[in-house]
């Protein structure tokens, strides 16, 4: 990857990952109601997974919520997806005022305890949307874990606003 790509793709992601405007934050209300998702392994499950896409062109953000029940913490440390390309862990900062991205190494839920990847914090960076990215579907997420461990989800796909 040249420096122009990288250049370029920072910029994108940082578009992709914009802070939930008011009418976002609406429809969030509204999708706690709708069924989670859930596939356990050693009591961690996600809860209310989607893909925020905008355009193919443009790197997709993934949300969920990890939650642990087992007795001891589990650490996050990647992901990938046949919807994606590459997916990277990331997290949005505020310095100064801006947001900034960041690549994140791992992330380690607590034990009983949950942790968002949500629009303004952690995320998944879907770096090059695929074909079967595409609104109204979904798409196969696979965690993975430091213990070896794997959890696939179903993603739905979701407009920027979230619908
Ligand atoms: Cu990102």
């Not at 642990?68 to 862990?89: I, Q």
């Not at 990331?90 to 960041?102: A, F, L, P, Y």
């Not at 965690?143 to 796909?157: E, R, S």
Request: glycine share 10%; with cysteine.
């Amino acid at each position: 990857m040249n420096s122009t790509t990288r250049t370029r793709r920072k910029r994108a992601c940082r578009r992709a990952n914009r802070p939930a405007s008011a009418l976002t934050a609406i429809l969030l209300g509204t999708a706690v109601l709708a069924p989670t998702l859930a596939a356990a392994a050693g009591g961690v499950s996600v809860e209310k997974p989607w893909m925020r896409f905008i355009i193919k062109a443009r790197p997709a953000a993934g949300y969920f919520t990890l939650k642990n029940d087992g007795d001891s913490a589990v650490e996050l440390t990647g992901a990938s997806s046949s919807g994606c390309g590459m997916v990277m862990l990331h997290q949005t900062k505020q310095v100064n005022g801006v947001d900034r991205m960041m690549m994140v190494k791992s992330v380690t839920v607590p034990a009983h305890g949950s942790l968002s990847f949500a629009p303004g914090g952690y995320h998944l960076m879907c770096m090059e949307p695929q074909n079967n990215m595409a609104i109204g579907a979904s798409v196969p997420v696979i965690l993975k874990f430091a213990n070896g461990k794997t959890i696939t989800a179903t993603f739905p796909v979701k407009g920027p606003g979230g619908m």
